[in-house]
């Protein structure tokens, strides 16, 4: 996969997150809470800066009430 198709995967899941999370109402701040994990790891996530472990791809998922498969 080419950076740029990376770079577009990131930028895509940290969309869907940031819409996934508002829609519920939760601030940044908040889910993370929810998730165990800091609120500039999620703000990194929604601006596509993070390239996200499976393993807190399911901690956010949980965190939101939503199956991991709904980022994709």
Do not use: H, W
């Amino acid at each position: 996969m080419a950076t740029g198709g990376k770079q577009d995967v990131k930028r895509r899941f940290g969309e869907a997150l940031r819409r996934l999370r508002i829609g519920r109402g939760l601030s940044q701040e908040s889910l993370a809470l929810k998730c165990g994990l800091d609120r500039t790891y999620i703000g990194g996530i929604e601006r596509g800066e993070r390239n996200v472990s499976l393993v807190n791809i399911k901690k956010i998922a949980d965190g939101l009430g939503v199956s991991p498969k709904d980022f994709f």
